[in-house]
């Protein structure tokens, strides 16, 4: 199996959607929660400005098959990972690692300083995950950051467990 990261087209839309959603079952499963949000539409992903990288996998001859994705926002001068998702059936083989550091290198290349996120602080997935890739936790420091949180909050994520911001600077 070789697996490689791109930048995602138009007709990746609807699996993106299908990867978010399965990777979601993760923590709707973990938190018993049953009114979790929805996986994002491709109209909204396409109105926020910034990039979105797509993990595929080659098995033996057969098409490569997606199998996660990055979605980082470029908003007021930041540069915030919003989504990662792999599709659990792709799980555990360094794949959301590879994205990681694609969509860092991507936010570097095209100016970026440093790369926030918001996340849970106590899933292994989430808070630990991000730090074993070298992100730290730290304070809201900026209207789209205070922002962002506002959405958490209007989302009730915070009722699921304590959400962090963390950032990894260049």
């Keep these: 199996m070789t697996t490689s990261v791109r930048h995602s087209r138009p007709a990746d839309a609807a699996t993106i959607s299908e990867i978010e959603a399965a990777a979601d079952t993760l923590l709707i499963q973990r938190f018993d929660a049953a009114d979790w949000p929805p996986p994002a539409t491709d109209a909204e992903r396409s109105a926020l400005s910034g990039f979105l990288l797509v993990a595929e996998v080659v098995e ?48 570097r290349e095209r100016g970026h300083e440093r790369v926030t996120l918001r996340t849970y602080a106590d899933v292994p997935w989430n808070a630990p995950f991000y730090a074993s890739c070298g992100f ?15 959405t958490e909050e209007a989302l009730q994520l915070s009722a699921h467990g304590r959400r962090v911001q963390m950032t990894i600077a260049f």
């Design 136 to 150: 730290v936790e730290s304070e809201p420091d900026s209207a789209f950051h205070r922002r962002l949180i506002a």
């Design 60 to 107: 033996d001859a057969a098409p490569p098959v997606a199998v996660g994705f990055v979605h980082v926002l470029e908003i007021d001068g930041h540069a915030h990972l919003e989504q990662l998702s792999v599709h659990p059936a792709h799980g555990r083989r360094g794949i959301g690692r590879r994205l990681v550091r694609a969509a860092l290198d991507e936010a």
